[in-house]
């Protein structure tokens, strides 16, 4: 089964507009980490937010949030007023807890988000 | 600081021979990842190090791959008998901690090619 599922290959945003794109994952653990990464057509990956199991509060960093709905185990990451640097891949992530005795990040499939001037 | 470095940045090589691929961290990481990420898809989980030692190599495909870390710092994957299979960019990334709530960081890749 997947553990990270990222149902839009792709995306098109108007410039200025917000745009969510969606990840939902499973675990079992209770402990977990939640992360986005952006990569741009030249290849590196750029971390952009982190969400934790126990947070309370949904992570917000400049123009990204983390809509984290724990009950539904999805983890939508917000894009704010996009911009056309915004134009990547992005992916979604998971780093479960040490209780599961794994220590790997699994990533989705990814997201390609355009956006449109 | 100095990020993550990755040699070389593409290496092109038959089908058969041995390869060795650098990954530098930042320094003072502890936690140290390699991923491989093929066309079209996200990084796939290879191997993780705390320290010197692998403490989680259950992502190596097969035995034809193999990573070591010996001072704790500086990692080389290495593959065996490569195959047109194992063309893909070969990512590393580091972290300061071994929690679920660290971030990595990652290098710029290798892009291996194997004809």
């Known amino acids: 089964a997947q553990k990270i599922t990222q149902t839009q290959p792709g995306m098109f945003v108007q410039e200025k507009e917000a745009v969510t794109l969606d990840c939902t994952y499973d675990?079992?653990?209770?402990?977990?980490?939640l992360f986005w990464y952006k990569q741009p057509s030249s290849g590196e990956m750029i971390f952009l937010i982190y969400q934790g199991s126990y947070d309370e509060q949904n992570a917000t960093e400049g123009r990204y949030s983390l809509n984290f709905q724990k009950a539904r185990k999805s983890a939508n990451l917000v894009i704010s007023a996009s911009q056309l640097g915004d134009s990547a891949m992005y992916f979604c992530a998971m780093r479960e807890g040490v209780t599961s005795g794994t220590y790997k990040y699994i990533f989705g499939t990814g997201t390609r988000l355009k956006v449109l001037a | 600081g100095a990020g993550v470095s990755q040699t070389p940045s593409n290496k092109v090589t038959e089908k058969g021979k041995y390869v060795e691929l650098r990954c530098d961290p930042i320094s003072g990481h502890t936690a140290l990842y390699w991923y491989r990420q093929s066309l079209g898809q996200g990084p796939e989980f290879l191997i993780y190090f705390q320290g010197t030692g692998a403490a989680d190599d259950s992502g190596l495909p097969n035995d034809r791959f193999f990573a070591v870390r010996p001072e704790g710092s500086v990692s080389t994957l290495k593959i065996q008998r490569t195959e047109r299979g194992d063309s893909a960019v070969y990512l590393c990334a580091s972290s300061s901690g071994q929690g679920a709530d660290y971030e990595q960081y990652f290098g710029p890749g290798t892009r291996l090619t194997v004809t």
């Open positions: 675990t079992s653990d209770q402990s977990y980490g």
